[in-house]
């Protein structure tokens, strides 16, 4: 059904597209007709232009022009001036034709007289190099240097970053060895082919890898940045056991590739564990990283402290003395995945909240549906890393609610685990799971709230006297399975009802 809009609405959209029109005149038409109206081309100039040159079309309704061709080469359109004027840029590969215009109804115009074209013929100056690297570039000095279609280092065209009448800038192509450089530009007669450089050297550097993400995951690409990228030709990805077994490879495949970056999915044979990446480029060389944890399953990042504040683990107000935050504190990293991590000493002697993440809130996109049937294979698991430095602070989560129903307590570090066989090392970094499906019975959706809440408790003995305790927190996440490839303890059922 076609919407109609009011006059005075119209009469301003066509003055802002460039129609003009009489000021007491009835409209009763809509936009998506008016941006039908066919257009039209008076004249254009000049009616003679060099390649690379522009050429300004005057004409009706030409606002609505989403292509320009010379013939049968499409033009870029430069510069809508107003509705009745536009400028188009002549290509470095055009011939001589009539001007036509496209709107985005499928209207075309077309101009009664043909442009000619004109193709200066370039000259240079200056001396050239004798040598460059793969994707290093080179400066050719001279006069219409726009007429210039094709740069060639022996067989293979460069990429040509920059281009005015008295200076072209060439990326060098991955063609080693003693090659011509020759250009190709265009005639009144076709295309002309000029050698201005022999034995010229080419030079195949090695990539260099500026940086690997420090984890993986499989729904997630693969980035790996550095310098020479383009020149990576293959690479495999592969697991093995503790003796040096492969357990399984798998080819990658490169998503896109540039000087500075490759980008690829981890093989779908790939199973969870530590993963070796190998690179292999041009020459012969390789490049290893050894050891990345690689996630086979769905996963969402909560927060990792290389990108997320401190504020999110929220200070209790009234406490006194307050704890202290920060980021890092007295304990080395975790072993991945980056390098900052969430510090806290909790001071006052309270089981009551003392810091507060509400996930719910700072991480809703990652949280909202992790309880929802057949998400996460109906077994969401929560992970995080964290370092007690040998103190035992009170951890509560809540799901669903922030009654006492919906609370469950982790507060006895000592016979943990599924046969109460594991006294936890406060003394190192431990990466917990908590399987929060079923965690809290009969809730079966976040509700809006899903939190942890750390206290340093009140009691005044343990392995903290009445002095501080600590917590220290990184890579919250969650994943659809115990990562027990990376050592994480399950510590689901040494929560208990917090009375």
């Known amino acids: 059904m076609k919407t109609y809009i009011n006059k ?17 005149l009835e409209i009763d038409q809509t936009v998506e007709e008016i941006k039908s109206a066919q257009p039209t081309i008076t004249s254009i100039s000049p009616t003679t232009a060099a390649v690379n040159s522009t050429v300004t079309i005057e004409g009706t309704f030409l606002n609505f022009a989403t292509k320009a061709f010379i013939g049968d080469i499409e033009a870029q359109i430069t510069s809508r001036i107003t509705g009745q004027r536009l400028e188009i840029q002549v290509p470095n590969n055009a011939l001589p034709g009539i001007v036509r215009i496209v709107t985005e109804q499928e209207k075309e115009a077309s101009s009664t007289e043909q442009l000619s074209i004109t193709y200066p013929e370039p000259t240079f100056t200056g001396t050239l190099p004798t040598e460059g690297f793969v994707n290093s570039t080179i400066t050719i000095q001279g ?56 034995g010229f050297e080419v030079i195949l550097p090695q990539p260099t890898i500026g940086g690997f993400p420090s984890v993986f995951n499989r729904d997630q690409e693969v980035i790996v940045i550095g310098q020479d990228m383009n020149l990576i030709t293959s ?43 190998t690179l292999n480029f041009d020459g012969g060389g390789v490049i ?10 769905q996963f969402a990042q909560i927060y990792e402290f290389d990108t997320t504040g401190i504020d999110v683990m929220a200070a209790e107000s009234g406490r006194n003395p307050q704890p202290i935050r920060s980021i890092n504190g007295n304990v080395e990293q975790p072993p991945f995945p980056g390098t900052q991590y969430f510090a806290s000493e909790l001071i006052q002697v309270t089981g009551s909240t003392q810091i507060r993440p509400r996930m719910h809130e700072t991480a809703a996109e990652a949280t909202a549906d992790i309880l929802d049937a057949g998400n996460y294979g109906d077994n969401p698991v929560l992970h995080f890393w964290m370092h007690t430095e040998n103190t035992e602070p009170n951890l509560n989560i809540y799901i669903g609610g922030t009654g006492s129903a ?50 340093r408790g009140s009691d005044t003995g343990g392995p903290a006297g009445s002095g501080s305790k600590f917590f220290n927190f990184d890579w919250f996440i969650v994943t659809d399975a115990v990562l027990t490839e990376f050592g994480a303890i399950d510590i689901t059922d040494d929560f208990r009802p917090a009375g």
């Open 8 to 24: 005075f609405f119209l009469l301003a959209t066509l003055i802002v597209l460039g129609v003009s029109c009489e000021a007491d």
């Open 143 to 198: 006069n219409a240097l726009t007429s210039i279609t094709d740069v060639k280092f022996g067989t293979v065209s460069g990429v040509i970053e920059f281009q005015e009448e008295q200076a072209l800038v060439v990326r060098i192509p991955n063609n080693p060895g003693n090659v011509d450089i020759t250009l190709t530009y265009l005639s009144s007669n076709g295309p002309v082919t000029q050698t201005i450089a022999t």
């Open 235 to 277: 690479g495999t990805v592969k697991r093995e056991d503790a003796n040096g077994m492969v357990l399984e490879e798998g080819d990658i495949t490169f998503t896109t590739q540039s000087p500075t970056e490759v980008r690829f999915m981890v093989p779908s044979n790939i199973l969870t564990g530590y993963v070796d990446v």
């Open 288 to 297: 290893t990283r050894e050891g990345t944890p690689y996630i086979n399953g």
């Open 406 to 455: 919906n609370r469950r307590l982790f507060g006895d570090y000592q016979d943990v685990g599924p046969n109460n066989n594991i006294d936890l090392d406060l003394s190192q970094w431990n990466l917990y799971a908590v399987r929060v499906k079923n965690f809290i019975p009969d809730v079966n959706s976040t509700a809006g709230t899903f939190e942890l809440r750390i206290a």
